[in-house]
């Protein structure tokens, strides 16, 4: 019995001595972190001083979340509900251009002040480098892709591709275009019956932006797209998906299984890397016919090579939904705009006829480039569709960021924009109608981009 007391005593101590432990190291953890955040607080002002800021508006909502708890719950209530953007804005119209937020944790500096802008993205752009944030996100996919890199690897890569983007008249095939359109118009019910034409410039532009990236489409428009194929489709949309929402949880994406992302990942990767072997491989073949005996380095490098070129083609493929939302975004206008409309076709009519433009027309259709420029909303009011403000304005101001500004400026503007001023001008020389077949709002659902969660249905005739 003695034994029993004196063995229950000391396992209490041991309990004892455990809990005080526990107690000590988790109050050293918490002025550890108190410290740290009180250090970059002080660091922060000192800068804000340093650089004559004003005193930012903070939400006043969330004055007690010292945590910044309640505001990451908030975000995340708007993203569910797919109200953010309206939330954003509300938020800039109370506080301001600039104001200050607390999320778990970090101080966030909301801005849509113009000056603002042009700072972070180009004066200041090393200051406020994103890919601390983005490397997490993408790196699975392309460890080595412009969307992960930064400094000098970023800078190589961002150097290649935009060397590769450089001859517009080499790399895009107008009828290439051509096809990738003629299949789009398959999809086309019709005499005019509604049907969303958002998935169908989805498809359309996978379609034209794999032809690039891989040699070869994935026939996302095709009716007998084979097997593997649509896998790929299908791993590449769910990737992109779950990039998207790890990206609003933020740290807390740690918590979610990642299985099937990284199998997504791993497939989409295995099938990319096929294609890239056969460009790597032509190549190589190509620089032994023109130089004799290939030099040692080049069988040495092909694995590199073929990584990269793997990087390379999945990271324009992971831009590519822009060129499809601009489209459907038309639509949508377009529906509702019928002055508009038919100003469109006339204009193309007018400079091309019927027949599809050759590469010295493209640069005449002046019309057709300002509605592809005003598809992006922008201006003074940027809610309504008019565009014919591009008379007096023009794509390098200042203000204009639909493909950022900066060092990070979209490389594949030039391409997109004449890739898209060709089909635009092929599908209003087509369609002289646009029905509105949308009863509900534009409702956001953001991935890589802006889309409308309810589709654009509209009827083509
Ligand atoms: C209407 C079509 C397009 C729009 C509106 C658009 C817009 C943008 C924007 C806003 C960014 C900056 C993203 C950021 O830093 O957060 C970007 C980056 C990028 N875009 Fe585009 N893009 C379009 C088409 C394309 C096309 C067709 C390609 C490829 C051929 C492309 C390739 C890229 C790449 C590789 C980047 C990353 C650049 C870097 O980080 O240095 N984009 N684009």
Redesign the pocket.
Known sequence: MNQATTHFSSGALDQERLFKTCILVLVGIAVSFLAQKLLQVHRLRALERLHGCGELPSESEFQYDFLGIAKAIQLASHFRKRTSLVYTNALFMKYGETYVSNVIGHRLIFTCNADNTKHLLSTAFVDFD?SPL?KPLFEYITPHG??TLDGPD?KK??DQ?RSR?SNLRKIIHLDSCEQHFQAFLRRVPPKGQAFDVQSCTFAL?LDM?TQ??LGESVDAQSFSQSKEKKRFVEDLLFLKERIVQDGFRGPLRRFFPKERFHQSCLRAREYVTRYATRQVEQQISNNEKNDGIPPASAFNMRDREISQCTD?AL??L???D??S??LSGLFFCLAQDDRALKKLRASIIATVGSTPPTWGQLGSLHYVRWV?QEG?EFGDDPEKFYPERWEDLSPEMPGY????KG???????Q???I??TYIVTRMFQTFSSVSNYNTKEWTERISM?LENENGVLVGLE
Do not use: D, E, H
């Not at 960021?401 to 950022?404: K, L």
């Not at 060092?407 to 503007?413: D, E, F, H, L, V």
């Open positions: 994103s983005r412009i969307f970023w890569s961002r591709l983007l532009s932006q690039f990236s390379q990271s324009i992971l831009a590519n822009s060129m939302t601009t592809i992006k960021i639909p493909f950022n060092p990070r400026i979209c490389p594949g503007q391409y997109a924009v890739v898209l981009t």
